[in-house]
């Protein structure tokens, strides 16, 4: 009674400290579209994230010698703030300079896309560590650019989405023995790589409202399976199957990630591999620090073990979950 007693309490605390920024994936990309129509003119789509009805506080500047053609058509699209307009430059790319204004405050990268005569597309990730850019003479793009690019956007795309480490933890939980967390996992990935692909290819589309949802419900499910810790319930017995069966439904919240920021004309296989791949690497990540941390903790407190904090995990995630799941619902 006392463990439930200090858990409940410890939850109190969690809620009042994390429900005020308990966005899942509040951190996802803008991204800046210059596409060349002629050796001068361009058109331009800027597109930033909108969080909670207020739009991200980005701002693009180009270089000096730039002219706006055409002011921006604005319009409100799937969770975010687009706008299009043409621009033109005398020397037409060379030299073209990209500079993004308000990073301060917030963590999302912004992926510049530019385009040229061609259909060939150059990328760059900008934040707030880099967020200036300037195309050289003789840059173009290589495989290896956009091998680049887009792993590490998959692995910071699972290392920010709360909803997706939610879940992965959860897993952990259901597991008694190692080789069963491999498998578990492994289950997960295939899954929701499956959907992914699909996803990004257009094979298979779905509304995103209500996968994120189901997400959120999925994590509610698995926090309950923690707290009952049933041996001989389905869930514990075979973990492989409900990670499966929910990794479907993930894999569609990744491919809606991945629509936001693009894939290149000339290399959307790879880009899309590229970014599962990090995914991939960014779940495999998260895995290790938890088990380190696990392992850590059992070597300064002996009597330490995941069933002793069992209630603690299981209400922290579903109470976090159920607050998304609500935000889901009211925002259909």
Request: net charge neutral.
């Amino acid at each position: 009674m006392k463990n439930k007693m200090l858990a409940l309490y410890i939850l109190i605390l969690l809620c009042i400290l994390i429900f005020p920024s308990a966005h899942a994936d509040d951190m996802r990309p803008a991204s800046l579209s210059v596409e060349q129509l002629t050796d001068t003119e361009f058109l331009v789509k800027w597109k930033v994230p909108v969080t909670a009805s207020q739009r991200l506080s980005l701002e693009v500047f180009f270089d000096e010698n730039v002219n706006v053609v055409s002011q921006p058509r604005s319009q409100f699209t799937n969770n975010a703030h687009l706008q299009e307009w043409t621009i033109s430059r005398t020397n037409g790319l060379q030299g073209l300079s990209v500079n993004i204004e308000g990073f301060i405050g917030n963590s999302s990268d912004v992926l510049v896309r530019i385009i040229d005569k061609n259909n060939t597309v150059i990328t760059e990730v900008l934040n707030i560590d880099k967020p200036s850019f300037t195309l050289r003479s003789d840059f173009h793009e290589t495989l290896q650019n956009t091998i680049l690019t887009y792993l590490f956007l998959g692995v910071e795309h699972i290392l920010i989405g709360l909803d997706h480490l939610l879940f992965v933890g959860c897993l952990i939980y259901l597991c008694s023995t190692f080789g069963k967390l491999l498998w578990t996992i492994t289950g997960f990935t295939i899954a929701h790589s499956i959907t992914l692909i699909m996803a990004a290819t257009g094979v298979l589309t779905i509304p995103i409202a209500p996968v994120e949802a189901v997400i959120a419900l999925s994590i509610i499910f698995l926090s309950v399976e923690i707290t009952k810790q049933r041996e001989h319930s389905l869930t514990l017995r075979y973990p492989v199957v409900v990670s499966s069966s929910f990794g479907l439904l993930h894999g569609f919240g990744f491919a809606s990630v991945l629509a936001d920021i693009g894939l290149p004309g000339e290399e959307k296989v790879t880009a899309l591999l590229s970014f599962n791949i990090g995914v991939e690497i960014g779940q495999l990540l998260f895995v290790a620090i938890l088990l380190l941390c696990f392992a850590s903790l059992k070597q300064l407190i002996p009597s330490f073990s995941l069933r002793r904090i069992r209630y603690l995990v299981s209400y922290g995630c579903g109470t976090t979950a159920s607050y998304w799941l609500l935000q889901r619902l009211v925002n259909f």
